[in-house]
């Protein structure tokens, strides 16, 4: 038995995953979305999505696309990972099939009809992206039929920027209700990871001149988020919403509304790529992530209700925090932030006035330094998150059971160290 045929019971996805980002990753991106390769996450498979498909073209290589053979580096077993690895990490449509049907204009709306319906036109669609306005006629059904990879660790939902328009959604054969029916807002709960899934349109009901080209996507189960598209208009409006903010030589500071962050927070992203988030309203570091900073396209093309995106990945966020503990007699009050040099925020704690920058130590680390700027001298205490994905040490002050504190002394600076782990 080869090791691809004993795929699922054999092949070590940890394993996969750290050779892929050993030896992928400079080419196809740590998170598979491509660079000089192929993105190897999406719908669109140039050569190939079956398993075998893709170990017979690690093992050959493509030498005019720069990309080596490694059939005589790693072995059968090994290559074997790398490939339950990457079909891990699939999203989008595969395999698309279309059906069509013609229908009178005076028909009841339903999709019943198609029981006694000839199909008109069918076929597989290579982009395994929908397109409702395939027909070439005035009144249609139309329905298409898939695998969907949703999103694996968390729910998920189709999102339909529509009218009222009519459709209906199967998951593996079951019938999904809509969890939204608002103007320019359907959605359908979807199941996590690999799924059947059929989706029909009639346009019985609708208006005649509507523009059948739908963005439809797959978000997060919040809705904060489009994941990826699964129509051509919807992949389209993706990639129109796209604008990465990268940080040069000096930080950059965002005040935009970002997914998994406050509203009110202020992003402030370093030529080192380890980047973080102060919220103002409470004096507390609310997120830090590595990688790149950030892509505002989602806010600029959603007007304002769709939250920019992290271009990393988070080490922490909300509701996980760095956090000073206030009382009702020592609240926050933000007072400013400060954009020369290192990027620092003032604010008071009763009567005593701190502040802190986070200073780019490399690209896995964060230096918190916490000065107190006046007022009277006294304990400085902060609340902190835990995660296997980073630790927290000071070489002041003590930490424990999640908390920083510190007897703090008017104009001396305090540090917390925040180290990303190695396996992140």
Same mark, same amino acid.
């Given at each position: 038995?080869?090791?691809?045929?004993?795929?699922?019971?054999?092949?070590?996805?940890?394993?996969?995953?750290?050779?892929?980002?050993?030896?992928?990753?400079?080419?196809?991106? !740590?998170?598979?979305?491509?660079?000089?390769?192929?993105?190897?996450?999406?719908?669109?498979? #140039?050569?190939?999505?079956?398993?075998?498909?893709?170990?017979?073209?690690?093992?050959?290589?493509?030498?005019?696309?720069?990309?080596?053979?490694?059939?005589?580096?790693?072995?059968?077993?090994?290559?074997?990972?790398?490939?339950?690895?990457?079909?891990?990490?699939?999203?989008?449509?595969?395999?698309?099939?279309?059906?069509?049907?013609?229908?009178?204009?005076?028909?009841?709306?339903?999709?019943?009809?198609?029981?006694?319906?000839?199909?008109?036109?069918?076929?597989?669609?290579?982009?395994?992206?929908?397109?409702?306005?395939?027909?070439?006629?005035?009144?249609?059904?139309?329905?298409?039929?898939?695998?969907?990879?949703?999103?694996?660790?968390?729910?998920?939902?189709?999102?339909?920027?529509?009218? !009222?328009?009519?459709?209906?959604?199967?998951?593996? *054969?079951?019938?999904?209700?809509?969890?939204?029916?608002?103007?320019?807002?359907?959605?359908?709960?979807?199941?996590?990871?690999?799924?059947?899934?059929?989706?029909?349109?009639?346009?019985?009901?609708?208006?005649?001149?509507?523009?059948?080209?739908? !963005?439809?996507?797959?978000?997060?189960?919040?809705?904060?988020?489009?994941?990826?598209?699964?129509?051509?208009?919807?992949?389209?409006?993706?990639?129109?919403?796209?604008?990465?903010?990268?940080?040069?030589?000096?930080?950059?500071?965002?005040?935009?509304?970002?997914?998994?962050?406050?509203?009110?927070?202020?992003?402030?992203?370093?030529?080192?790529?380890?980047?973080?988030?102060?919220?103002?309203?409470?004096?507390?570091?609310?997120?830090?992530?590595?990688?790149?900073?950030?892509?505002?396209?989602?806010?600029?093309?959603?007007?304002?209700?769709?939250?920019?995106?992290?271009?990393?990945?988070?080490?922490?966020?909300?509701?996980?925090?760095? !956090?000073?503990?206030?009382?009702?007699?020592?609240?926050?009050?933000?007072?400013?932030?400060?954009?020369?040099?290192?990027?620092?925020?003032?604010?008071?704690?009763?009567?005593?006035?701190?502040?802190?920058?986070?200073?780019?130590?490399?690209?896995?680390?964060?230096?918190?330094?916490?000065?107190?700027?006046?007022?009277?001298? *006294?304990?400085?205490?902060?609340?902190?998150?835990?995660?296997?994905?980073?630790?927290?040490?000071?070489?002041?002050?003590?930490?424990?059971?999640?908390?920083?504190? #510190?007897?703090?002394?008017?104009?001396?600076?305090?540090?917390?160290?925040?180290?990303?782990?190695?396996?992140?």
């Amino acid at each position: 038995m080869t090791p691809l045929q004993s795929f699922t019971a054999a092949a070590n996805t940890q394993e996969g995953k750290a050779l892929f980002e050993t030896t992928c990753a400079s080419c196809h991106g !740590k998170k598979l979305t491509g660079g000089a390769g192929f993105n190897l996450k999406d719908e669109m498979w #140039v050569h190939g999505s079956k398993p075998e498909q893709i170990l017979a073209n690690i093992k050959a290589g493509f030498s005019q696309a720069g990309m080596p053979a490694f059939a005589a580096i790693y072995s059968d077993q090994q290559l074997a990972s790398i490939v339950e690895y990457i079909l891990s990490q699939r999203e989008g449509l595969d395999n698309l099939t279309y059906k069509t049907y013609h229908i009178d204009s005076n028909s009841p709306q339903s999709f019943e009809l198609i029981d006694n319906l000839p199909i008109k036109k069918s076929g597989s669609l290579a982009t395994n992206l929908m397109d409702f306005s395939l027909p070439e006629v005035k009144d249609y059904i139309i329905e298409f039929e898939a695998d969907l990879y949703g999103p694996k660790d968390k729910a998920g939902q189709i999102f339909s920027m529509t009218h !009222k328009e009519f459709f209906e959604i199967e998951i593996d *054969g079951k019938r999904v209700e809509p969890s939204m029916t608002d103007w320019l807002r359907w959605a359908w709960p979807i199941k996590q990871g690999k799924q059947k899934i059929k989706i029909r349109y009639t346009t019985i009901g609708t208006k005649q001149r509507s523009d059948k080209r739908f !963005k439809m996507f797959v978000m997060n189960g919040e809705l904060t988020e489009k994941i990826f598209g699964i129509t051509v208009s919807g992949k389209q409006y993706l990639n129109q919403a796209t604008f990465n903010i990268t940080p040069d030589t000096k930080d950059e500071v965002v005040r935009k509304k970002i997914v998994k962050l406050p509203t009110s927070s202020i992003a402030v992203g370093t030529p080192l790529n380890i980047n973080y988030a102060f919220n103002p309203k409470t004096c507390s570091i609310v997120g830090v992530w590595s990688g790149n900073f950030l892509n505002v396209g989602p806010n600029i093309e959603g007007r304002g209700r769709d939250g920019s995106l992290i271009g990393g990945d988070w080490l922490f966020h909300m509701p996980a925090q760095i !956090k000073p503990l206030v009382t009702d007699t020592t609240p926050c009050e933000f007072i400013q932030y400060n954009r020369s040099g290192n990027t620092s925020f003032t604010y008071r704690l009763g009567h005593q006035q701190y502040r802190v920058e986070a200073i780019a130590q490399d690209r896995s680390s964060l230096l918190l330094n916490y000065t107190l700027l006046s007022g009277q001298n *006294g304990i400085l205490q902060m609340s902190l998150p835990t995660s296997d994905k980073f630790k927290l040490s000071t070489k002041q002050g003590e930490i424990t059971d999640n908390l920083f504190s #510190v007897n703090a002394k008017v104009g001396q600076s305090y540090q917390v160290l925040l180290s990303a782990s190695e396996n992140n």
